[in-house]
């Protein structure tokens, strides 16, 4: 009798388990929450806003400016870029060719940016300094010398 009810209770957590597994990977999305829009990777020179890569200001939304950055083996474009403070900025970026990280440090930027699509987060730098923008998606032999840097001033 008492084992048919461990049987039963184990069959139920199995269920359970898989149940979570499937709903995270499936319904809660198994996909970068940035990733939305999509881009034709080989004509990202000349699709905009990444023909024109670097800071933009914008008028009647939610962002004040629009940070455009171009990834590709094994630079950022721009490669350097200055932001004023408390400005409230949209980061835009993808990359041309393979998936590159986008980790901005001392903040909670991290993104992943893959080939056809375009990663987004809006964030608003409160606090003057140089901000690292690592790559941390291993893409190659240069990857560890793939940076730029934003300058909040
Ligand atoms: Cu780009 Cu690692």
Known sequence: KFEKIW?????TT???????????????????????????PEKVDTTA??????????EGKEWDYELVFVASAFAY?????EVPKGAKVKVIATTKDVIHGFQ?????????????YISEY??????????????NEYCGVGHHMMSSKIEVV
């Not at 806003?49 to 914008?58: E, S």
């Open 49 to 58: 806003p990444f023909d024109k890569p670097g800071l933009k200001k914008v």
């Open 7 to 11: 049987l039963i209770f184990g069959i």
């Open 122 to 135: 809006v964030t608003t730098f409160d606090k003057a300094g140089d901000y690292l923008i690592v790559c």
């Open 104 to 116: 901005v440090a001392g903040t909670n930027i991290n993104m992943m940016l893959e080939p056809g």
């Open 14 to 40: 199995l269920i359970v388990f898989l149940s979570v597994i499937g709903v995270s990977a499936f319904y809660l999305g198994n996909q970068p929450p940035s990733c939305l829009a999509t881009i034709n």
């Open 77 to 81: 474009n721009p490669g350097q870029v």
